[in-house]
């Protein structure tokens, strides 16, 4: 997870309608991603109602972004970040957490910090400011990442 | 600590990139205005308080759009 959902995940007090996936292309993975959100309905955001589109691993493998809205919400599955470049690249900036009984990779703070500023964006620049305030107080040293830890 | 468990700590950031405290002045300007407030009491949370207390804010603001679109539609 990248995004301003890693950002809630590292303390920051951010409002955010999306979901930031960065995922691996491998075969077995596009099938994972195809059966996990099938039952939500995936579907093209910001395009008209009724345009083909076909959720399968053969959708999947001939594009790199998608950005989907489902019947859970939004979510942006992502091959390639501005900055931060493949799945196999941004791994190992990762921390693994826990979240809803779910164990999953989230971008480490500092690394957030980086795709941010790589994407070069104006409306980052807040959240840019809020998560290197985060840094500089040194809150995350000892980051509260797994429910079982206590609070 | 062996070699191999050294190579399973995750990286904090790229090298390729600006480090993360990288200086800039238009962010050092945002930077005063962060509520700190905020943050500390979001760290004080698991992270699954931090998206449930996110959601219960998420269904906040539908309520107040919803009743922003009916303030707009009865007038």
């Known amino acids: ?7 809630i995940v ?14 691996a292309r491998n075969a077995e993975n596009l099938a994972r991603i195809v059966a996990a959100l099938k039952p939500y309905k995936p579907y093209l ?12 691993e053969r959708t999947l493998q001939g594009g790199l972004n998608f950005t989907l809205t489902t019947t859970i919400g939004d979510v942006d599955l992502l091959a390639d970040v501005p900055g931060g470049g493949l ?3 941004i791994v190992p900036f990762t921390v693994e957490l826990e979240a809803f ?7 480490t703070l500092d690394m957030l910090i980086q795709l941010k500023r790589a994407a ?26 797994l429910d079982s830890q206590e609070a | 600590m062996s070699a191999d468990s050294d190579l399973q700590k995750p990286l904090p950031y790229s090298p390729n990139l600006p480090p993360p405290d990288f200086f800039d002045p238009v962010v050092e300007a945002y930077k005063k205005d962060v509520d700190m407030t ?29 009743a922003g679109q009916r303030l707009r539609e009865g007038a």
Not at chain 1, 133 to 142: A, D, G
Not at chain 2, 47 to 64: I, P, S, Y
């Open chain 1, 1 to 7: 997870m990248i995004g301003d959902g890693a950002a």
């Open chain 1, 10 to 23: 590292h303390g920051a007090a951010r409002m955010t309608y999306d979901v930031n996936v960065v995922y």
């Open chain 1, 45 to 56: 955001r910001g395009v008209p109602p009724g345009l083909p589109f076909i959720w399968d």
């Open chain 1, 87 to 89: 799945y196999e690249q």
């Open chain 1, 101 to 107: 009984g779910v164990r999953c990779l989230v971008v």
């Open chain 1, 120 to 145: 070069g964006r104006p409306k980052d620049l807040e959240i840019i400011a809020e998560l290197q305030n985060i840094l500089e107080n040194r809150f995350v040293k000892q980051p509260n990442l």
């Open chain 2, 38 to 66: 905020l943050i500390r009491e979001n760290l004080k949370l698991t992270v699954t308080e931090r998206f449930e207390k996110h959601r219960k804010l998420w269904e906040f603001a539908q309520e107040l759009r919803k």
